[in-house]
């Protein structure tokens, strides 16, 4: 590798460091675990709305144990995992989204569900699928199920962050990014 490339890939990794040595873990935090929170509330209700059992805490960890019950809880623990770190990934990038706060978090969330949505492609492979415990992923109901899951998401973690930044003593932000200390 020619050392310009490698000094500007050691350049990257410096600012990616930096960046999150600036995130405030606290605010990260509330606000991953609530709008991750926000997310599940959505998905309970549209189970029981739409009748599809497109269960995505079933889906993250029905391949590490049969049982449903068990499966259902270490997902939520997956997905809580998940939660803080996209907030996390949120906090680095909300400068580069316009608007307000509530729909950068939105246009995060839904662009996010939008670049890994294609993995479903792969559905047949997984247990939860192949035995009938959820519905199938890739389909147009399917992925229209998950827009109102990534918009309360979005929308809860957006408001969380840009109330978390520190305020300055005329009442001002007192920092550009939002989950920073």
């Not at 990257?12 to 991750?36: C, F, T, Y």
Request: some cysteine; proline content about 7%; aromatic content about 8%.
């Amino acid at each position: 590798m020619p050392l310009l490339a490698r000094q500007e890939r050691s350049t990257r990794l410096h600012i990616l460091i930096s960046q999150v040595r600036e995130l405030d873990p606290k605010a990260v935090a509330i606000s991953g675990l609530a709008a991750g929170a926000a997310y599940v509330a959505v998905l309970e209700t549209d189970l029981r709305l739409t009748g599809r059992n497109v269960d995505d805490l079933m889906v993250l960890g029905r391949p590490f144990t049969e049982e449903p019950a068990k499966a259902r809880a270490l997902g939520s623990a997956i997905h809580a995992l998940n939660s803080l770190a996209l907030a996390s990934l949120y906090a680095m990038l909300e400068r580069r989204i316009p608007g307000p706060a509530w729909l950068k978090g939105v246009l995060f969330a839904n662009v996010e569900n939008v670049i890994l949505y294609p993995i479903t492609r792969f559905e047949d492979i997984h247990p939860a699928i192949r035995t009938g415990l959820v519905d199938r992923y890739f389909t147009w109901p399917a992925f229209w199920q998950s827009v109102p899951r990534h918009i309360a998401f979005g929308a809860v973690l957006g408001v969380l962050c840009d109330r978390s930044r520190p305020v300055s003593r005329s009442g001002a932000p007192a920092s550009p990014g939002i989950c920073r200390s």
